[in-house]
């Protein structure tokens, strides 16, 4: 089971790129990173996922360092709709484990 | 297109009674998902169906918790004699399982019930 570990809160102000970072120390070698997003009173949303190195999207970046023991979710240009819990996931076909979400990281985005 | 529904959106019940949440997938979408989420706290796996493989049950907090999924479409997930700890916002998510085994695939959530025991 590759248990995530992710700060509970952020802060940063409009224009700013934000850096969430996760570590999971123990992923496997079939294991995905994904990364969700949720507002409150809705149910999360897809960000971005990615197996290593890095992956790009419209929303986001996602840099994966060789050792995959963290990851670095990067949201360029913050706006204040961005705040929001981010949530950092370990996914694989081996099992049901990492579907267990964690408290996340609560970003708070400030004028 | 339309989105994962699931009803009713709020329910509130007694200690003790039973309680019926559905949940309505995207329309081909062969994998479900049922998720807790306590106030202030992460999603909770729960269960999780696959076409018409045995369903994923290592989730369910204990045997007051059940699930079906009828015809690979419409779950439903009953708690028989409610705890005033089975308040929670109950979250359900629907994939396309494009790879065979695999729990990479986006995962695309409803709006959830929010279920409070009184």
């Known amino acids: 089971l590759a248990k995530t570990t992710q700060p509970i809160s952020m802060d940063s102000y409009e224009g700013q790129e934000v850096n969430i970072t996760c570590s999971h120390n123990n992923i496997a070698t079939n294991d995905y990173i994904t990364w969700y997003q949720q507002f409150p009173s809705q149910g999360p949303r897809f960000i971005i996922q990615g197996y290593k190195t890095k992956v790009t999207n419209e929303v986001a970046s996602l840099f994966i360092p060789a050792d995959r023991k963290s990851s670095t979710l990067s949201l360029p240009r913050v706006s204040l709709s961005d705040t929001a819990v981010y949530y950092c996931?370990?996914?694989?076909?081996?099992?049901?484990?990492?579907?267990?979400f964690g408290k996340g990281t609560h970003l708070i985005i400030q004028p | 297109g339309a989105g994962v529904s699931q009803s009713p959106s709020n329910k509130v019940t007694e200690k003790g009674k039973d309680v019926e949440l559905r949940c309505d997938p995207i329309s081909g979408h062969t994998a479900l998902y049922w998720y807790r989420q306590s106030l202030g706290q992460g999603l909770e796996f729960l269960i999780y169906?696959?076409?018409?493989?045995?369903?994923?049950k290592s989730g369910l907090p204990s045997d007051r918790f059940s699930a079906e999924r009828t015809g690979g479409s419409v779950s439903t997930l009953t708690i028989q004699r409610t705890q005033q700890e089975d308040s929670a916002v109950y979250l359900c998510?629907?994939?396309?399982?494009?790879?065979?085994?695999?729990?990479?695939?986006?995962?695309?959530f409803g709006p959830g019930t929010r279920l409070t025991v009184l």
């Open positions: 169906f696959q076409g018409n493989s045995a369903p994923d």
């Open positions: 998510a629907s994939s396309k399982r494009t790879a065979s085994g695999s729990f990479t695939d986006t995962q695309y």
């Open positions: 996931l370990v996914v694989s076909g081996g099992g049901a484990d990492g579907l267990t």
